[in-house]
């Protein structure tokens, strides 16, 4: 279950906390993408990693600095930071006080204890899915990298302004008209680029089959454009409930917190997409494909 890889991967930032490692080599630890990892990782622990080995640093800064000799600028490097300067700033962002204040003493400091992930069962929560298998799949997409830090970034607004973009410059309108009406459902495609890349993919799309005007999207493609497969897969399927945005969150969350421990389905490395339906029901703003895989 994707949870006990998390508290593997917890267990590992805490034997390397004095060692330079990020996230990516966090990953590797526990043999998921980068991508998934840090999805993960913050929709379960509500910090990113990186976050959670910063926290931890800081806090064991501020034990090092008030129960031993080490010097601020030995303290520095000890917990990762490259110059004294950049490990200050963050020791007073952190704390509220600078290192000089916290090595005398008498200050108020913030400690940050290892996390320890456990499964809460929670009754009278409905969480309507599917489990469907789909064959494989083409879109004509247009697409874009993003970090893979914005995943869990509840404040980032990159892929709405992209959607925007898209928007405002016809981007979408032209791959709209090359299917009939009723025929136009956008797809909204994510996918980690390689295991160990900082970068996924997402890109915005419409379906690439017998119903789509072949002559007009070969000179899309030539502007630009791009063909978009995913491979025969299981996935979950939720529909979000809202009238933003938001709730595509909320459902990944779901996913993570109740779902994959209490069904055993854990996301796989393949392109999970939203579907925005040209003629949808109301209240829903999207569909969420997730793949997935049964673990034993």
Same mark, same amino acid.
């Given at each position: 279950?994707?949870v006990?890889?998390i508290q593997?991967?917890?267990e590992?930032i805490?034997?390397?906390?004095?060692?330079k490692?990020?996230y990516?080599? /966090?990953? !590797? @630890?526990v043999y998921?993408?980068?991508?998934?990892?840090?999805r993960?990782?913050?929709f379960l622990v509500g910090?990113s990693?990186n &976050? +959670?080995?910063k926290?931890r640093r *800081?806090?064991?800064?501020?034990?090092?600095?008030q129960?031993s000799? =080490?010097s /601020? =600028?030995?303290?520095?490097?000890?917990f990762?930071?490259?110059?004294?300067?950049?490990?200050?700033?963050a020791f007073?962002?952190?704390h509220?006080?600078?290192?000089?204040?916290?090595?005398?003493?008498?200050? !108020?400091?913030?400690?940050?204890?290892?996390l320890a992930?456990k499964?809460t069962?929670?009754?009278g929560?409905?969480?309507?899915?599917? =489990?469907k298998r789909?064959?494989?799949?083409?879109?004509l997409a247009?697409k874009r990298?993003f970090?893979?830090e914005?995943?869990?970034?509840d404040?980032?607004r @990159?892929i709405?302004?992209?959607?925007t973009?898209c928007?405002?410059?016809?981007v979408?309108?032209?791959?709209?008209r090359?299917?009939a009406e009723?025929k136009r459902? *956008?797809y909204?495609l994510c996918?980690?680029?390689?295991?160990?890349?900082t970068?996924?993919?997402y890109g915005?799309?419409v379906?690439?089959?017998e119903d789509?005007?072949?002559a007009?999207?070969?000179? *899309?493609?030539a502007?630009?454009y791009? /063909?978009w497969?995913?491979?025969?897969?299981?996935y979950?399927?939720?529909?979000c409930?809202?009238e933003?945005g938001?709730?595509i969150g909320?459902?990944? @969350? !779901?996913f993570?917190?109740?779902?994959s421990?209490?069904?055993? +389905?854990?996301?796989?490395?393949d392109t999970?997409?939203?579907?925005?339906f040209?003629?949808?029901? &109301?209240?829903?703003?999207?569909? *969420?494909?997730i793949?997935?895989?049964?673990?034993?």
């Amino acid at each position: 279950m994707s949870v006990l890889l998390i508290q593997q991967a917890i267990e590992y930032i805490e034997r390397h906390l004095y060692e330079k490692i990020d996230y990516t080599d /966090v990953a !590797k @630890s526990v043999y998921m993408s980068a991508y998934n990892f840090h999805r993960t990782f913050g929709f379960l622990v509500g910090m990113s990693p990186n &976050e +959670y080995v910063k926290s931890r640093r *800081l806090s064991l800064a501020a034990q090092a600095l008030q129960s031993s000799e =080490i010097s /601020v =600028i030995d303290a520095a490097y000890r917990f990762g930071y490259e110059t004294p300067e950049s490990f200050s700033k963050a020791f007073s962002r952190f704390h509220g006080c600078s290192p000089v204040q916290a090595k005398r003493g008498g200050v !108020k400091l913030r400690l940050f204890n290892p996390l320890a992930i456990k499964i809460t069962f929670e009754g009278g929560s409905v969480m309507d899915y599917a =489990i469907k298998r789909k064959q494989g799949q083409r879109f004509l997409a247009v697409k874009r990298a993003f970090p893979n830090e914005i995943s869990t970034d509840d404040n980032d607004r @990159s892929i709405p302004d992209f959607w925007t973009e898209c928007q405002e410059g016809d981007v979408i309108g032209r791959m709209l008209r090359l299917r009939a009406e009723g025929k136009r459902d *956008l797809y909204g495609l994510c996918r980690p680029v390689r295991a160990n890349e900082t970068h996924f993919d997402y890109g915005i799309g419409v379906l690439l089959d017998e119903d789509t005007h072949t002559a007009e999207a070969e000179k *899309l493609l030539a502007q630009g454009y791009c /063909v978009w497969e995913t491979e025969e897969n299981d996935y979950a399927v939720f529909r979000c409930m809202g009238e933003n945005g938001d709730c595509i969150g909320e459902t990944w @969350s !779901k996913f993570f917190q109740q779902f994959s421990p209490q069904t055993g +389905y854990v996301q796989t490395d393949d392109t999970d997409y939203e579907v925005y339906f040209e003629r949808g029901e &109301e209240g829903v703003f999207c569909e *969420l494909w997730i793949p997935v895989v049964k673990q034993k």
